[in-house]
């Protein structure tokens, strides 16, 4: 009721608010008569109700399930709806998803821009974005979805609710692996029971399909799952199926094998040296290992302390989701919302730099306040910030 409560604060004044999502609702009704993965969801748990194992069957022409068993089993109820209606009704939870997670995100921004810059601000970061939002509608996917629970787990959390926070993480990474990366996180700020119960739950995930399955139909699907999802599986390095792929298995498929498997291959040869697949899995663990330590650089303290500002959580949690779609395979463009949060972040630091003439931003920078954000912004734009006041 809290989350419900804090998100639904519209005012009659916001009038494009209501056009935007008019205009949303539209683009609904027509995405949601699409053939979509939200088919294979359906698909699943049609086939899960049917006892039948949704790892080994492929659904629209040959893809695979490759999230939860309980993600399947949650769905059942829905497959005695028409899948039109079933359809609308998960593209308007994306709705609300995406507009959480704007409340969410500029919640930690610690600086409020004039209603017309707010509003440029805004326009600005969903342009960029909008790609990535458009794909996840056409396709009906989850990802908006696993990037609301991992926001909105890290806000329960860091407002002291960490056991309904954790709950939100455990659940996103038992749909999909992907935001697994925050629980090394939680222990790193010391949210040392956060985290816990963050494992915890994901365990328990696991198994409340047992209630409804039995304990050794649960175990085989996880069995098969594991075998789909397991990163030294040949398909998992050689990522390279379909054109539509982008990640660091990819990319390096492509250019370090002289023949990747692609049937969609482009007539140029794009390879540069050609090497074993155990030498392409090594050089692949080292580039995720590379990124993955590249996060000390953004987390900027010794481990087991507190975030400085809530501006710092937004830059540090904005690397996790950026190196999110590269380090895991089988990503496609849709993946790449999880860019949303860094993405704001960029453009929050472009307009304050331009608009650092302005006289309430002066008095900012002259307040206790500023001293958490010249903790996160780089010594070049701090330098600019103050060339700038000297020549105001």
């Not at 790892?55 to 993600?71: C, E």
């Not at 996840?136 to 609301?148: D, P």
């Amino acid at each position: 009721m809290k989350i419900l409560s804090e998100t639904f604060n519209f005012s009659k004044k916001n009038v494009w608010y209501y056009l935007i999502l008019i205009g949303a609702l539209i683009i609904i009704l027509f995405e949601a008569n699409t053939g979509n993965d939200f088919d294979i969801y359906i698909s699943a748990a049609s086939d899960l109700f049917h006892n039948k194992n949704i790892y080994l069957t492929t659904y629209n022409d040959g893809y695979h399930y490759y999230y939860s068993v309980l993600f399947a089993l949650l769905l059942i109820p829905f497959t005695f709806i028409p899948i039109y209606i079933v359809k609308v009704i998960w593209l308007l939870l994306n709705i609300f998803f995406v507009y959480r997670l704007w409340q969410i995100i500029t919640g930690l921004l610690p600086y409020s821009f004039s209603k017309k810059i707010k509003t440029l601000f805004t326009i600005v970061s969903f342009i960029f974005i909008l790609r990535f939002l458009r794909d996840n509608f056409h396709l009906a996917q989850v990802t908006i979805f696993l990037l609301y629970l991992s926001m909105e787990g890290l806000h329960q959390i860091f407002k002291g609710r960490k056991l309904s926070g954790s709950a939100l993480i455990a659940l996103g990474i038992n749909i999909k692996l992907m935001p697994i990366l925050l629980i090394p996180y939680l222990f790193y700020r010391n949210e040392i029971k956060a985290g816990i119960y963050t494992i915890i739950i994901y365990i328990f995930f696991f198994f409340i399909p047992v209630l409804c399955i039995g304990w050794k139909n649960n175990i085989a699907l996880l069995t098969e799952w594991w075998n789909l999802v397991n990163p030294v599986n040949t398909t998992n390095i050689v990522d390279a199926e379909e054109r539509s792929f982008h990640s660091l298995s990819t990319l390096l498929s492509v250019y370090l094998l002289d023949d990747p498997g692609d049937k969609h291959a482009l007539h140029v040869k794009r390879n540069i040296i050609n090497v074993s697949y155990n030498t392409l899995f090594i050089l692949l663990t080292i580039s995720r290992i590379a990124l993955l330590l590249l996060f000390l650089y953004f987390l900027r303290t010794l481990p087991f302390k507190k975030p400085r500002s809530s501006l710092h959580i937004l830059y540090e949690t904005g690397y996790i989701f950026l190196i999110t779609p590269l380090i895991f395979p089988h990503q496609q463009h849709y993946a790449f919302f999880f860019l949303f949060s860094s993405v704001i972040y960029l453009f929050y630091t472009l307009f304050f730099i331009f608009l650092i003439a302005d006289k309430k931003i002066i008095l900012l920078l002259c307040s206790e306040q500023m001293i958490s954000i010249n903790a996160v912004i780089p010594n070049e734009v701090r330098n600019l910030c103050t060339n700038s006041l000297r020549s105001f």
